[in-house]
């Protein structure tokens, strides 16, 4: 099976989903690096659950802080106009449905959009953290992830094998190999990666996969 | 009026066994390192400790030190473990040697909130159709369901604020605020670590997030170096 894109590329492929204006909470890992490609012109307020609204990037080692932190705790750096509140303020927000989009990571991710991300079976112990209460309230959900386990089981599946964190909760996932939205009438392939074939998605893909009318490579 | 005690062994010295502990901080920012030390110090056991995290990322000044000296019962957490190693938690879990119970982190701090301001519980859509819904109360609002989540207290919460005036009103830096403030509200003892103390009088009101009145114990903290990876 080809590669597809780079974790950085599935960053910057999720970026572009980012508008103007947008308030937007980025899950650990992955999706933190979406913040490293927002282009200038476009104004994206990030929130984390540890109580800051508006910071940048990644601090550099002689901005390092270690008050000054992301929900992955890596140090970040201040944007003009940010903001500090307490986490019940911080889920305040989250639940009370200000936050527009969530970028999270997953394990899996059924075709009706039942996410699972905080533990795996193989494991007796996760982390929940804010993924559940950011699945339930956030407008839209984007996942990113690896189209495959690392053994080449497909993450996107018919039903999730590993506990949930939400239900019905997902809108688009962005892998290295696709972009398929979650539709009520089902998985609809809408992107593939330079040189990946619908076919090729679709082998590694357990749910049946609807073709988009506009289907077309992915634009980076 | 004056909360401000001499050392952190004297602030923790009514902690007695089996007690239950709210610990602030989130990731390496807002733990009262020097209270967990003084904690290490007077051995107390048995401890429930209810904290986002059950430590392990700076292993030497964290919760893991309790952890490792065998002084934890149970920990109430959102996010107790690491995805990429194995902590002094995740060991003595695995091996049946510490109890867990893993909350929704939106919900394990409005479970305190709700401790703090007299509200037995509350509902919530948060973990409907996950396995946190078992055993709880589901209800339908407008077609919408929630579950019914109780309100959290404790015995005492040992906290870390920037700057405290005698009267224990509370100032914070960054985002070193997280739980602390909450917490602060939830246990029938607050124990507040400061980087500083001031005269009263010395905070603007404008400024104080957490006023004296939930404060019972002010102590000066120890500076502790903290790395990132």
Redesign the interface.
């Known amino acids: 099976m080809k590669s597809g894109l780079s974790r950085e590329l599935i960053a910057m492929r999720a970026a572009k989903e980012l508008k103007d204006g947008d308030y937007v909470n980025l899950g650990?890992?992955l999706p933190t690096q979406v913040s490293s490609f927002i282009p200038e012109d476009v104004e994206v307020i990030f929130h984390?659950?540890?109580?800051?609204l508006g910071f940048g990037r990644i601090a550099d080692e002689n901005e390092?802080?270690?008050?000054?932190?992301n929900?992955?705790?890596?140090?970040i750096t201040l944007k003009p106009g940010a903001a500090?509140?307490?986490?019940?303020d911080?889920?305040a927000m989250?639940?009370g449905g200000y936050i527009d989009v969530a970028v999270l990571g997953a394990f899996q991710v059924s075709e009706k959009g039942d996410l699972a991300n905080w533990m795996i079976l193989e494991k007796?112990?996760?982390?929940?953290?804010?993924?559940?209460?950011l699945v339930?309230?956030v407008k839209e959900v984007i996942i990113t992830m690896e189209h495959t386990t690392r053994k080449g089981a497909p993450r996107i599946v018919k039903e999730c094998t590993y506990?949930?964190?939400?239900?019905g909760v997902v809108n688009l996932i962005i892998t290295n190999l696709a972009v398929i939205a979650v539709t009520p009438e089902g998985l609809l392939l809408k992107e593939v990666a330079p040189s990946v074939t619908p076919q090729e998605v679709q082998s590694v893909t357990e749910p049946k996969l609807r073709l988009a009318a506009d289907l077309h490579e992915m634009e980076l | 009026m004056d909360k401000v005690v001499s050392s952190a062994q004297e602030a923790v010295a009514d902690v007695t066994d089996g007690s239950t502990i709210m610990f602030g901080g989130f990731g390496v920012s807002g733990i009262p390192f020097t209270l967990i030390r003084a904690l290490r110090h007077k051995g107390t056991k048995n401890i429930t400790a209810i904290i986002n995290n059950a430590g392990g990322r700076l292993a030497n000044i964290d919760l893991a030190v309790l952890v490792k000296n065998r002084q934890i019962k149970k920990v109430i957490a959102s996010y107790p473990v690491y995805p990429w190693f194995v902590s002094p938690f995740e060991e003595q879990y695995l091996k049946g040697e510490v109890e867990l119970e893993i909350i929704p982190q939106g919900t394990f701090v409005e479970r305190i909130r709700a401790g703090g301001a007299g509200i037995a519980g509350f509902y919530t859509p948060t973990g409907v159709g996950t396995v946190v819904e078992n055993g709880k109360e589901k209800r339908s609002f407008n077609g919408k369901e929630y579950l019914l989540e109780l309100a959290l207290a404790a015995d005492f919460a040992l906290i870390k604020a920037h700057k405290a005036d005698k009267m224990g009103n509370l100032t914070y830096r960054l985002t070193a605020r997280n739980f602390n403030p909450v917490m602060a509200t939830a246990a029938r003892i607050t124990i507040a670590e400061v980087d500083e103390v001031v005269e009263t009088g010395e905070l603007d009101p404008e400024t104080v997030i957490t006023p004296g009145i939930y404060v019972n114990r002010v102590v000066k903290g120890e500076k502790y170096e903290v790395r990132f990876e």
Do not use: W, Y
């Open positions: 650990i890992g984390s659950e540890n109580g800051i390092r802080d270690p008050d000054l932190i929900a992955g705790a890596q140090p500090f509140f307490n986490s019940a911080a889920f989250i639940r007796k112990v996760g982390n929940i953290g804010g993924s559940m209460d339930v309230a506990p949930l964190t939400g239900r």
